[in-house]
């Protein structure tokens, strides 16, 4: 089992940045890959960015390439992602979720935390 917790949203101008963090307790945080995916109101959840359980590769859904980046530390079991350039678009409900080695879906997901863009 693992527990998920997402920290770090909250309201930004468009243009500005936030750092989401989202910290893992429960099994070896490094047998999973993490993502972050978001869902806006009225919308379906989207993928949003992942990495690897060892970091070296990390994957970004076209909206927010460029703009957003995910890394972890898995000696603090905590996966980030770092914001910036901040669209109204990204308005949404942000998630993090675990995915087990060799699985292809995602096991645990946290929360959420709110981010709101606003111009």
């Known amino acids: 089992q693992v527990q998920l917790v997402e920290s770090g949203g909250g309201r930004v101008q468009t243009g500005g940045s936030l750092r989401l963090s989202c910290a893992a307790s429960?099994?070896?945080?490094?047998?999973?890959?993490m993502g972050w995916f978001r869902q806006a109101p009225g919308k379906e959840r989207e993928f949003v960015a992942a990495?690897?359980?060892?970091?070296?590769?990390?994957y970004y859904a076209d909206s927010v390439k460029g703009r957003f980046t995910i890394s972890r530390d898995n000696a603090k079991k905590t996966v980030y992602l770092q914001m910036k350039s901040l669209k109204r678009d990204d308005t949404a409900v942000y998630y993090c979720?675990?995915?087990?080695?060799?699985?292809?879906?995602?096991?645990?997901w946290g929360q959420g935390t709110q981010v709101t863009v606003s111009s």
């Open positions: 979720a675990a995915r087990r080695l060799y699985n292809s879906h995602y096991d645990y």
């Open positions: 429960g099994r070896t945080f490094s047998d999973f890959h």
């Open positions: 990495i690897s359980w060892s970091g070296d590769s990390t």
